[in-house]
């Protein structure tokens, strides 16, 4: 996780519910999580965490920014 996610967390127990989306290494192989948290500032109640893995949705996202990448070109070259 980087300093950035590391004050997305502190920034989820000071104000509230938030999403952050890092990257997580496990045994030697990275892939993309939602962490999703939830802190109620009330004696003895623990924060919620919930991590979901974003693989998929983000090699999708991939793939459809380079199908549209070459839609335009395509597009634009027929127009000329």
């Given amino acids: 996780m980087t300093p950035n996610d590391h004050r997305q967390i502190r920034k989820t127990v000071e104000l509230g ?7 997580i290494a496990e045994k030697s192989s990275l892939f993309d999580v ?4 939830q802190c109620q ?8 965490v919930f991590v979901r ?5 983000k090699q999708a996202e ?3 920014s ?3 990448h070459i839609w335009r070109k395509a597009t634009a ?3 000329r």
Avoid: Q, W, Y
């Fill in 53 to 57: 893995d974003i693989t998929e949705r």
């Fill in 62 to 64: 991939k793939l459809c």
């Fill in 34 to 37: 939602e962490i999703s948290a």
């Fill in 41 to 48: 500032p009330l004696p003895g109640v623990k924060p919620s």
């Fill in 77 to 79: 070259e027929s127009h």
């Fill in 66 to 68: 380079r199908v549209r």
């Fill in 17 to 23: 519910p938030n999403r952050l989306n890092p990257s």
